[in-house]
């Protein structure tokens, strides 16, 4: 008898040790980084959201490799030093790996902290063209980076019959990238008569929009983000500016509309796939607004998406180590997410631009066609 408890005694020790070598446990933790407090924090918890939901479906469904998914969150604020501080969060409680990042500004210094720990990342949101090179390729990115964005942008000014065009930034990683992009290929095929940067915060545009009126521009983009990007076409339009207003994917939140009010009717906005106009997140739709109840946000399904890819990618690595995780992922061949298929190119960027226009119309956000 005592002979047969040491025997199953010995095969449960060298099971667990099987196991531990496989990098599985009980629970698998992934990282969420996104910005829960700071001017943009509603579009972080709506991201945050996603993927909680993604996770309570999946555990619903027995998790990944026989183990429950538990995830931590890291608040980046959409500021530089505090992604930093989120990153170093994350890496401190040991997780698998992280979905998140929704500044470019802020997801740039996290990329080498990652990089060095060998963490696999997976950025929902973030589109800079400068994440690429500072990638030390464990971070994949699903949603289209600012150089189709900015050529969805030219296409459009080009079907307008845009002459003239002002571009206005706030000088962070996301916005400047997205400016230079598109003022670099307009000169190619029009003017460019002024470029513009502002400072977070600012609310008074005045002088600025006189300028862009003096200089005969027949459109503005901007760049950055909803809160300034209101205020800044509310005053555009207060002094009689007529001609076309476009805002990049960063102004993509019905709270443009709401603080800029009438102004913002007709406005360009160039965005991600949002769950208003994707055929197969109806479902999703309603599981969020019955989970949370609010509507998803423009980066949820992105968010959403990207939880089940990091545990695709767990399932098809074997196990829990990073490397295979990684490696899984640069694997990535058609994978279907309620935002559409995601294959990455060698630079893990994805394969295929996600970029669509959509219009003020009614005092909302519709597909232009």
């Not at 040991?94 to 802020?106: E, H």
């Not at 080498?112 to 990342?121: E, N, Q, S, T, V």
């Not at 294959?343 to 994805?350: A, G, I």
Request: net charge positive; proline share 3%; glycine share 10%.
């Amino acid at each position: 008898m005592i002979k047969r408890v040491l025997i199953t005694t010995t095969l449960l020790v060298a099971f667990v040790a099987f196991y531990a070598s496989q990098g599985l446990a009980d629970e698998i933790k992934l990282g969420i980084m996104v910005p829960t407090t700071g001017s943009v924090a509603a579009d972080g918890k709506t991201m945050e959201n996603a993927m909680k939901l993604a996770v309570k479906e999946i555990n619903a469904k027995g998790g990944v490799l026989g183990n429950k998914i538990v995830t931590v969150t890291g608040d980046d604020a959409c500021d530089p030093q505090q992604g930093t501080a989120a990153a170093s969060k994350l890496i401190s409680e040991d997780v698998v790996g992280v979905v998140g990042g929704y500044c470019s500004g802020s997801t740039l210094p996290t990329l080498k902290l990652y990089g060095d720990a060998g963490i696999p990342l997976i950025i929902p949101a973030a589109n800079s063209t400068k994440l690429i090179p500072a990638n030390q390729g464990n971070a994949f990115l699903i949603n289209s980076t600012g150089a189709d964005q900015s050529d969805t942008a030219v296409t459009l000014f080009k079907s307008l019959g845009v002459k003239n065009l002002s571009v206005v930034h706030m000088g962070d990683a996301y916005s400047e990238d997205l400016a230079k992009l598109s003022r670099d290929k307009w000169k190619k095929v029009g003017k460019v008569v002024s470029f513009d940067v502002v400072n977070q915060g600012e609310q008074d545009f005045s002088a600025l929009a006189f300028s862009i009126k003096r200089k005969k521009a027949d459109a503005v983009f901007w760049t950055a983000y909803y809160s300034e990007g209101a205020l800044l076409i509310k005053q555009l339009r207060q002094i009689g500016f007529r001609g076309t207003i476009a805002v990049g994917d960063g102004s993509n939140n019905a709270k443009l509309i709401e603080i800029g009010g009438k102004a913002t009717e007709g406005i360009y906005c160039f965005s991600n796939p949002t769950a208003d106009y994707l055929p197969g997140a109806k479902q999703f739709t309603m599981d969020y607004k019955k989970q949370f109840n609010q509507a998803p946000g423009a980066y949820s399904p992105l968010s959403y998406d990207g939880m089940f890819l990091m545990v695709d990618a767990i399932k098809r690595a074997g196990s829990t180590d990073q490397k295979a995780i990684i490696n899984a992922l640069k694997g990535t061949d058609d994978f279907k997410g309620i935002a559409g298929s995601i294959s990455f190119t060698n630079q893990n960027t994805l394969a295929t631009s996600n970029f669509v226009v959509l219009k003020v119309q009614g005092g909302r956000f519709k597909l232009h066609k």
